[in-house]
């Protein structure tokens, strides 16, 4: 429990071959099914205060009532993912804390010193997230996502399905 941020609620794995890491989450972790996005539409996004075209693959998956998030960003665009990448890290890269006030828990961040590494939406102003630069070591950025929309359903939705997931259809294509 952060007594910033609350609990964790995702651990985000940037990864270089998203279908090779679902594979291995299946097989050998047992973790599914997935809902995969293979070219995540974000409204806008942000690197470091500058516009960037970042694309990116995601998959989602919960073990328990932690969700897994699978990134593989698909071009060379500026982002935190392409930053941990090139430092050479593939794997943990960041844990997210999710919130239904966004804007409160953003201004509380900022106040305390927090810098945004990248920040964004998707599906709307209730679908935004910011990664804080915050990474010591890897696997410690910070990431606050807003939930009160239908991300926050959406996400729920993943955690029922996970719940009683027999290992059939594991792979779930969303988009």
């Known amino acids: 429990m952060s007594r910033i941020f609350g609990s964790v609620c995702q651990n985000g794995y940037v990864v270089r071959d998203i279908h090779a890491a679902m594979k291995h989450w299946i097989e050998v972790m047992g973790v599914g099914p997935w809902f995969y996005i293979e070219d ?16 990116m693959s995601v998959a989602l998956a919960n073990s328990g009532d932690l969700q897994i998030e699978l990134i593989q960003q698909l071009n060379d665009a500026p982002s935190m993912y392409k930053e941990f990448l090139d430092a050479g890290h593939e794997g943990l890269q960041h844990m997210s804390y999710w919130t239904e006030d966004y804007q409160g828990l953003y201004d509380k961040a900022i106040s305390l010193g927090y810098v945004v590494g990248h920040e964004g939406s998707i599906g709307g102003e209730k679908g935004r ?10 696997g410690t950025i910070v990431e606050i996502s807003d939930i009160s929309g239908t991300k926050g ?18 792979i779930r294509t969303f988009g």
């Not at 996004?45 to 500058?50: T, Y």
């Not at 996400?155 to 290992?167: L, M, P, S």
């Open 40 to 55: 995540v539409k974000t409204d806008w996004f942000k690197h470091r205060g500058a516009a960037s075209d970042m694309k």
């Open 129 to 138: 997230f910011a990664y804080f630069d915050t990474q010591a070591h890897p």
């Open 153 to 170: 359903r959406t996400f729920a939705h993943i955690r029922k399905v996970a719940q009683n997931w027999d290992g059939s259809d594991p």
